[in-house]
């Protein structure tokens, strides 16, 4: 087995290297290092997970030791689809370089560009950031790209799915013809195929196999579930979750739920709460501090269960989660690879149950033939105990003012389901405004707040486009 001192890596890396514990490379580090090293552009295919962070943070804290930071130009740029990824490639840097003298700054969105300017007009090694906030910065003339000696793009089929190929090219544009390139992508669309050929130069491709997606160590299952009547389905399918949470017991440490749409991480979070549960959501709506401060307690334990979105929780590093709930199926069958790669990491036991409803049902197969198994189905835990009948839920247009309604002191009741039936699907692009003005809904201690209650208008759901044009 290949070591890390083989690697031809700084030897001040390779200290910060043994000081986080870790023995040896993963296969994409051991085939990504050396052509890296070697100033080659280097095509990754692999997944989070597999340790690609490190496959290009190693190498890039050895390259750059070697020089000196210029003002306004950094010299290396890190692009990553959301925040939370890239300040995890932040922190990775902060891990490995704690030897070697490197400045660095995050250009992402939610955090101040004032501090951020600062450390780029006096220069830095590293620029870790989105691409949109990139371009920001970059247009407000702060920025010069012309120094750029290294460029990596991270999940690449993530921008890709959240729309930011124009912006890569744009940026690959801005920089040297003579830079290097290091590309991760967990798979290879037509599209990032068409970008790896205009901007890679000869590529060392390495490709890993996808993690273990059928792992022993993580348990899988399905409740197939349909709801009494079609307008009563989505809070039914919040009472068969919080069924599923009950029947682990205290063997549900922790756990992510996963919704498909960020109404629904709003709602199902919300819900939770409501009965009693120590949940909170996070999606890309939701402020910077807010999502900072959802994670660092998911990450301490102080959070139980973190309600999310496939590109908030993307990528998100939290080694000991016990449980994954798909409260919805995903719509792409990659993304159940994501999702329930969450838990069971580095060899841990990890248990994951999805709630499938009859028009998901083909979307379940395009998952089973991705992971080339069939997941067990298990029982709905409500039908031996029928739930007590939740109230009707409230029509859309019998909220006459929800405003002077929410202002009104509430006593824990019943859930009511917005009405969720008549938002519109949109199943990739989340929706923008869902969150907006909610976030005083939460409080830490779990009671009701005031704010909509348990109302959520479909109106405000809709984004301003869908609102102007209805
Ligand atoms: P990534 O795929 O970059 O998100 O990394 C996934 C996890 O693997 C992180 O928790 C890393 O800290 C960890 N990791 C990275 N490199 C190694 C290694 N060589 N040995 C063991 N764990 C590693």
Redo the contacts with the bound molecule.
């Keep these: 087995m290949t070591k890390?001192s083989e690697l031809n890596l700084n030897p001040k890396v390779l200290k910060a290297?043994e000081e986080?514990?870790?023995?040896?490379?993963?296969p994409?580090?051991e085939g990504a290092i050396p052509p890296a090293l070697e100033g080659k552009d280097v095509l990754g295919i692999?997944?989070?997970?597999?340790?690609?962070?490190?496959?290009f943070v190693l190498p890039m804290i050895t390259l750059l030791a070697r020089g000196r930071a210029r003002a306004r130009m950094p010299r290396s740029l890190v692009l990553c689809p959301t925040r939370e990824l890239a300040a995890?490639v932040a922190e990775?840097f902060d891990?490995y370089s704690k030897h070697v003298k490197l400045t660095k700054a995050l250009l992402i969105g939610g955090v101040s560009f004032g501090e951020q300017d600062k450390l780029i007009d006096k220069g830095v090694d590293v620029l870790i950031a989105t691409p949109g906030r990139l371009l920001d910065h970059f247009e407000r003339g702060k920025l010069l790209l012309t120094g750029v000696q290294i460029m990596v793009v991270d999940e690449a089929d993530r921008m890709l799915d959240m729309g930011f190929i124009p912006d890569i090219e744009r940026i690959f544009s801005l920089t040297p013809f003579t830079r290097q390139t290091l590309f991760f992508s967990a798979t290879m669309a037509p599209e990032i195929e068409r970008i790896t050929n205009t901007f890679l130069s000869a590529p060392t491709r390495i490709e890993v196999a996808r993690q273990a997606t059928t792992g022993e160590n993580i348990t899988q299952s399905v409740v197939m579930f349909k709801g009494s009547r079609k307008d009563r389905e989505a809070s039914e399918k919040r009472n068969v979750l919080r069924a599923l949470i009950d029947a682990e017991g205290e063997k549900c440490t922790n756990a992510i739920i996963f919704c498909n749409r960020k109404t629904d991480v709003d709602i199902v979070s919300k819900s939770l709460k409501k009965y009693g549960y120590d949940a909170a959501p996070i999606h890309g709506d939701l402020d910077q501090s807010q999502r900072t401060r959802t994670l660092d307690g998911f990450r301490d334990g102080s959070l139980r269960f973190l309600v999310a979105s496939d590109v908030a929780a993307r990528?998100l590093?939290v080694?000991a989660v016990s449980h994954v709930f798909n409260f919805d199926v995903p719509g792409h069958a990659e993304d159940y690879v994501h999702r329930i790669g969450r838990t069971g990491?580095?060899g841990r036991d990890g248990t994951t149950m999805m709630i499938c409803v009859p028009r998901d049902e083909k979307n379940l197969a395009d998952i089973e033939r991705l992971v080339q198994r069939e997941i067990p189905r298990r029982d709905n835990p409500l039908k031996s105990a029928p739930p007590k009948a939740e109230p009707e839920p409230v029509k859309e247009e019998a909220v006459a003012k929800p405003e002077r309604r929410s202002r009104t002191p509430k006593k824990p009741e019943p859930e009511r389901a917005p009405a969720e039936a008549s938002i519109k699907e949109k199943p990739k692009n989340e929706y923008r405004s869902s969150s907006r003005g909610r976030s005083s809904n939460r409080d830490s201690g779990g009671n009701k707040v005031v704010g909509m209650g348990d109302h959520l208008p479909s109106f405000i759901a809709l984004s301003f486009e869908e609102r102007r044009a209805g």
């Excluded at 692999?46 to 496959?55: E, I, S």
Aim: hydrophobic residues 25%; without cysteine.
């Design positions: 890390f290297i986080a514990g870790y023995e040896s490379p993963t994409i580090q692999a997944q989070t997970g597999t340790g690609k962070t490190a496959g995890q990775n891990t990528g590093d080694p990491r580095a």
